[in-house]
């Protein structure tokens, strides 16, 4: 008999998050603490541990008494999310290489590669690119880098999750043939090489991400509504 160990606030907050990640619940939303409490089943003070967690992911932008308000964002939230991010990660690749070893963290991020590549075009994707970048910040044996990166990594994929819809496979298959130059590079012993690819991966988000918004926008304006 398979037992479930999660508390009441673990599920509602894995599943609040979900919500979030995938726009069910939309960016600036309000989450009342009473209308929560009524879809649970439960009593405020699960709600609010969850509520707490989203928080400290950097999910809610802030919390009041009844209830806390879903983060909103424009292009230079997103641009200052992807630079503390892409600095945390290469900061990670350069922790790895000097307190690791090397082939060890090769063999790692090449079976997320191949994770990747076998889940093109799913949800599934998002959790293999993210455990790639991961396994160079789990292996800097850094802990305070480890919390950095999985406050902003959440923001970020949040980002990728809700814009990179129009483009999705082909910003796929370039992400994967980045991964597989940046792990080349560090498998050859150039970590500086690799943290250079980095910066070249995570700039090119910042240039696709402005070019879909642009793209939304114009849309909008031709349909007669503005943002």
């Known amino acids: ?21 995938k726009r ?19 009593s405020s003070s699960p709600i609010r541990d969850a509520i707490n967690r989203l928080n ?3 999910l809610i932008t802030s919390i009041d008494k009844t209830g ?22 290469n900061t990670g690749i350069k922790l790895s290489f000097e307190k690791s070893d090397t082939e060890e963290v090769c063999r790692c991020v090449e079976e997320y590669i191949l994770l990747q590549e076998k889940c093109i075009g799913t949800d599934e994707f998002y959790d293999y690119d993210y ?23 959440v923001l970020h994929e949040m980002l990728v999750r809700s814009y990179y819809e129009p483009e ?5 298959e370039d992400s994967i043939k980045m991964h597989k130059q940046i792990k080349d590079a560090f498998k050859n012993k150039n970590y500086l090489l690799a943290m250079t690819l980095t910066e070249e991966h995570y700039k ?24």
């Open 131 to 153: 455990k790639f970048h991961k396994a160079f910040i789990e292996y800097s044996r850094n802990t305070r880098l480890k919390k950095l990166f999985k406050e902003y990594n």
């Open 24 to 42: 069910k619940i939309p960016f600036g939303t309000k989450l009342v603490n009473r209308s929560l409490q009524k879809r649970f089943g439960v």
């Open 56 to 58: 400290q992911d950097g």
């Open 68 to 89: 806390a308000t879903v983060v909103d964002f424009d292009y230079d939230f997103f641009v200052e999310v992807n630079e503390i991010l892409l600095y945390v990660i």
């Open 1 to 21: 008999m398979l037992i479930n160990k999660k508390t009441l606030s673990d599920q509602i907050y894995d599943i609040l998050k979900v919500e979030i990640l």
């Open 168 to 172: 999705t496979l082909q910003i796929q």
């Open 204 to 227: 090119a988000a910042d240039k696709i991400f402005k070019k879909i918004l642009h793209k939304r926008k114009k849309k909008l304006e031709e349909d007669g509504y503005s943002d």
